[in-house]
């Protein structure tokens, strides 16, 4: 549990404030169980804790390997993409307003964790923030 706590408080701030901004986005949710944004995120958002939390107290520590599990946002990304930008777009509101975050921090996410991905395919499997705690 210390080597947990210690890669993450040795992550770079960007990431360490990156990390809640995802989480608390995607948690949000359930708030909006009661339409197929908020139960569709909250259905992607279980997928990759249900793998990333076991996998960081295996690992003992913030690994590429996290990253994998994202993918599962891939076919959330694609449906709001429809309901924001399709024929038939959510009106203006909360509900309307929380996809566009969810899509928009959803593939930002994405888009660094085809990175991580790729590197720790590549072999790049090290604890991550543990040389600077």
């Known amino acids: 549990m210390k080597q947990l706590f210690q890669s993450m408080m040795g992550l770079p701030r960007w990431v360490q404030l990156w990390l809640p901004i995802l989480f608390g986005t995607n948690m949000a949710s359930l708030a909006f169980l009661d339409q197929q944004v908020g139960r569709y995120t909250a259905l992607a958002f279980a997928i990759v804790c249900m793998f990333n939390m076991p996998m960081m107290f295996i ?25 924001l930008w399709g024929s ?44 600077r705690a």
């Open 88 to 131: 038939q777009p959510l009106p203006a509101g909360p509900v309307r307003t929380y996809a566009l975050l969810v899509f928009t921090f959803n593939s930002i996410s994405l888009a660094f964790d085809l990175v991580d991905a790729a590197k720790w395919l590549g072999g790049r499997r090290e604890v991550l923030g543990l040389d």
């Open 59 to 83: 690992q003992r520590g913030m690994t590429r390997l996290l990253a994998i599990p994202h993918f599962a946002w891939l076919p959330l990304v694609a449906y709001l993409y429809v309901q």
